[in-house]
């Protein structure tokens, strides 16, 4: 592809399209960071940051990946022992931050494809003292989505001391979620995925006592000390220079999921339906039959094609999709259901990819 060329259209789990009147937001002018204009915009923000993820408690927006933000709610929630609990290559990443940070971390495997259940959750608490839990909500890498609210009750029951961290990057925004309503201290996203803007930016919901928490923790860091970030939000302004466009856009989307909620919800649920059968009908859905996610769909290579080629084929005609991530390469792909690709879009794609396997089929 030459540099003026027009880029694929984007079917993967992540960046994913975006509506030109979204981008256009970024085009504003550039305001300064400490400036009224900037915590004008900054409590526009954090008011419908709460909308979103249904919650009293505050929302930060970090310039950063989620990654980030998983770093962070490690750094300032985990006294010590944590549990981690390890479905896919993401909630492996969770684990590892919490290694690298020097937080003693217990790592509890369930089988890539499988949701992370309850009775497994309680069974691990009862095995040790920990001061948190590490789970991923929706595992991008399976498509596998766990039962968080379940989870959340459980881990509540055990010891209320327990913190809950939940990475929420492809679940936020692609279904609703209560924060407020469910006993989680850390629910995190980041901006490129279900909430289908630019990357760059995180937002993270935190409970009163993960900030009670922070202020136990020593060596919380600079740039994601948590009670650093919290008293920058209640002046609606961030520690250090944000991304001011970004900002910009967000507002633009959230203003819009929060407008029709149900739209927006109901959308994504309607291109993950598609996919699916679409895919019972050719391979088989990866994930145990349940727990499916609704902002991609993981689908098994049954037919043993080459993704790489199917991936040529599709970029030859305007879009693409994602291969297996990680040990699942060629071994799934992956249709993502997030960002401005409709249903006729998707429909458009599942046609091409009847073209490319009956092609298979010729040969």
């Keep these: 592809m030459t540099e003026n060329s027009t880029p694929p259209r984007l079917f993967i789990p992540g960046p994913v399209e975006i509506e030109r009147e979204v981008l256009e937001e970024m085009q504003r002018p550039m305001i300064g960071h400490r ?5 004008a915009l900054g409590e526009d923000l954090n008011r419908l940051a709460k909308g979103l993820f249904r919650s009293d408690d505050p929302v930060y927006i970090l310039t950063s990946s989620a990654t980030g933000a998983m770093e962070c709610s490690v750094r300032n929630c985990v006294r010590e022992k944590v549990l981690c609990f390890v479905n896919g290559a993401f909630s492996e990443r969770f684990f590892k931050i919490c290694q690298v940070n020097g937080k003693e971390a217990t790592r509890i495997d369930v089988d890539w494809g499988m949701a992370v259940k309850p009775g497994l959750v309680k069974e691990a608490l009862a095995g040790g003292d920990y001061d948190a839990v590490t789970i991923v909500h929706n595992e991008t890498s399976t498509g596998v989505l766990s039962p968080l609210e379940q989870i959340a009750e459980v881990v509540s029951e055990e010891r209320r001391e327990i913190l809950l961290l939940v990475d929420g990057v492809t679940s936020v925004g692609s ?4 924060f407020g309503k469910y006993p989680i201290d850390v629910l995190l996203t980041g901006s490129q995925k279900s909430l289908a803007l630019p990357p760059g930016l995180a937002l993270m919901a935190v409970s009163e006592r993960a ?3 922070a202020e136990e923790v020593e060596s919380r860091g600079s740039y994601f000390d948590l009670l650093t970030i919290h008293n920058y939000w209640l002046k ?7 991304a001011v466009s970004l900002m910009y856009a967000l507002r633009k989307r959230l203003e819009g999921i929060l407008a029709d909620e149900d739209g927006w919800y109901g959308a994504h649920l309607e291109r993950a339906e598609l996919t699916r059968s679409w895919a019972r009908e050719r391979f088989k859905v990866f994930p145990e039959e349940g727990y499916e ?9 049954t037919r043993g094609i080459s993704i790489v080629d199917l991936n040529a084929f599709l970029r030859v005609h305007g879009v693409i999709i994602a291969n297996g991530y990680g040990i699942l390469r060629e071994k799934t792909f992956r249709i993502g259901h997030m960002g401005a690709n409709d249903v006729d879009q998707h429909r458009h794609l599942l046609a091409l990819l009847d073209r490319f396997l009956e092609g298979e089929r010729a040969n």
């Design 35 to 39: 400036a009224p204009e900037f915590s």
């Design 175 to 178: 279904i609703p979620i209560e």
């Design 211 to 213: 900030r009670k928490r």
């Design 236 to 242: 609606n302004q961030t520690p250090c220079t944000p």
């Design 293 to 301: 996610s609704v902002s991609l769909t993981c689908i098994e290579n």
